[in-house]
């Protein structure tokens, strides 16, 4: 595409994060070239050249070529911003040369260029800042956050996924300019947050930059410093969040035998984990001798997580999911089949995936166990010992919902039962019959069991 759009007298070059992955010997998932040419000029040379073009960006100086199966951004060297979520500029300034259109780029590792011929055309110092691991803003920090304050989040979202630390003058910008991101509009806040927490770091962008997240999600403002009042936490109700974050962020980057490759972070889980504890303030109470307790927190926090990750236009069943972790968190556990199935059944409201989200659930309770006080670590064996029961139980097919039992509204009809809320009755004690282990999961028991048969 290269040799395509400078055969026809254009120049181009490759830039942005396919650069800063190649330099780092990454993988990258998408490659953004930028031409000197205007769109039509660029899609008549890539047209002459036999490359299929696709008129994704016209308004904004961008078109998509296709060939080979990759699919690879063209835009005109440009002044101006960057535009996502539609709300592209009347006009666009474009550039004369490659040096303004990385003038404008957010940071010095995103803001290189490269060209097979001419090379690494590097003004800013990106590739220092990637061999020391350093996310920096190109040019004066504040100014760059004035302009663009989801730059902010942008610079957390790729220090964490590099594991790299924010250079000390644009981390103290961030800090100072950490209130403009209330103009930004919540769904680019809620998109830019969710970046943060796939990388499975979102513990440490807590713990380095809260003046940022808790303008991100305001409610975990009061969390910092809301000392417990018990033996049970080592932490404030912050710090907490954020350890168990971190632990959960490294249950998927490392895998359970240590040797399969890591995967990707639940988004169910890491959102859980944020969110876990934010009713907790409003819940406080301190008994006579000085205790610490929380009363109704679960039930609060995942009503206020739905409110929060609405606000955030995530997914619905995404926010479903996650608030019924949050909702079941604390309530106790006990490694007896009646007890994990009945958990398993809580799991089951409203979602297929019950046995998904009871793992999730035994990940969000050996986070929480392991951001408490070491006293309590000692809890995540009887945690992991429950999780195999469970899949145990799973495994060999026990009810845990009206959905898994083996009988029906239909069987019971066919055996006299009249329609009406006496079905719904008897499959109820029947399903609490399995649960109990009083009866097998099977027809003919299950109707023996009810006495019609
Ligand atoms: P990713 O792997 O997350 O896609 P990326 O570097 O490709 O990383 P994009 O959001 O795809 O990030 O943006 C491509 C490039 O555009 C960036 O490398 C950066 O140079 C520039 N860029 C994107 N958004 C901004 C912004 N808000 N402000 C300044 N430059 C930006
Ligand atoms: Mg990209």
Redo the contacts with the bound molecule.
């Keep these: 595409m290269l040799e395509a759009l400078e055969s026809a007298g254009l120049e181009a070059w490759l830039?942005?994060?396919w650069v800063?992955d190649a330099l780092r010997g990454a993988p990258c998932?998408?490659v953004?070239l930028c031409c000197s040419g205007s769109w039509q000029q660029s899609k008549r040379a890539l047209e002459d050249a036999g490359i299929r073009v696709i008129e994704s960006g016209i308004k904004f100086g961008g078109i998509t070529a296709v060939a080979l199966g990759e699919r690879i951004e063209v835009t005109t060297y440009r002044l101006d911003?960057?535009y996502r979520d539609g709300r592209h500029p009347e006009s666009v300034e474009y550039a004369e040369r490659v040096e303004d259109d990385l003038a404008?780029?957010?940071f010095t590792v995103?803001?290189m260029a490269w060209h097979p011929v001419r090379g690494l055309l590097d003004l800013y110092g990106g590739a220092d800042d990637l061999s020391r691991g350093i996310i920096r803003a190109v040019g004066d920090p504040r100014r760059r956050f004035e302009e663009?304050a989801?730059?902010m989040l942008?610079a957390v979202r790729f220090a964490c996924r590099l594991d790299y630390i924010i250079e000390p003058e644009t981390a103290r910008a961030l800090a100072e300019c950490a209130p403009l991101l209330t103009a930004v509009a919540r769904e680019r806040v809620g998109v830019e947050l969710d970046g943060i927490l796939a990388t499975g770091r979102g513990g440490d962008a807590l713990l380095r930059y809260p003046e940022l997240m808790c303008e991100a999600v305001p409610e975990l403002a009061v969390c910092r410093g809301f000392d417990q009042h018990s033996r049970y936490h080592a932490y404030d109700v912050y710090e907490h969040t954020a350890r168990v974050l971190t632990v959960a962020g490294e249950l998927s980057l490392c895998s359970e035998d240590g040797r399969t490759p890591a995967t990707a972070p639940s988004a169910t889980l890491m959102w859980a984990a944020l969110l876990h504890d934010v009713g907790k303030p409003e819940c406080f109470t301190l008994d006579e001798s000085g205790n610490g307790h929380f009363y109704g927190h679960p039930e609060l926090g995942a009503a206020m997580a739905k409110r929060i990750m609405h606000r955030l236009a995530l997914p619905s069943e995404l926010i479903r999911d996650v608030c019924l972790l949050i909702r079941y968190h604390d309530r106790p556990l006990r490694p007896e089949r009646s007890s994990l199935l009945r958990m398993v059944n809580l799991l089951s409201a409203g979602t297929d995936d019950a046995a998904r989200l009871i793992e999730l659930l035994f990940d969000i309770k050996r986070a929480d166990t392991l951001g408490k006080a070491p006293s309590c670590f000692d809890y995540v064996e009887d945690i992991e010992r429950m999780r195999l029961q469970v899949r145990a139980l799973l495994g060999a097919g026990e009810a845990y919902s009206l959905k898994t039992l083996a009988l029906t509204g239909r069987d019971l009809i066919a055996a006299g039962v009249a329609p009406g809320p006496e079905i719904g009755a008897r499959l109820g004690s029947a399903l609490d019959a399995v649960i109990d282990g009083k009866v097998a999961n099977e027809t003919a028991a299950l109707l023996d069991y009810l006495r019609l048969r």
Excluded: I, K, S
Aim: charge should be positive.
């Design positions: 830039v942005g994060g800063r998932h998408d953004d911003g960057f404008r780029r957010d995103n803001a663009d989801l730059r942008r």
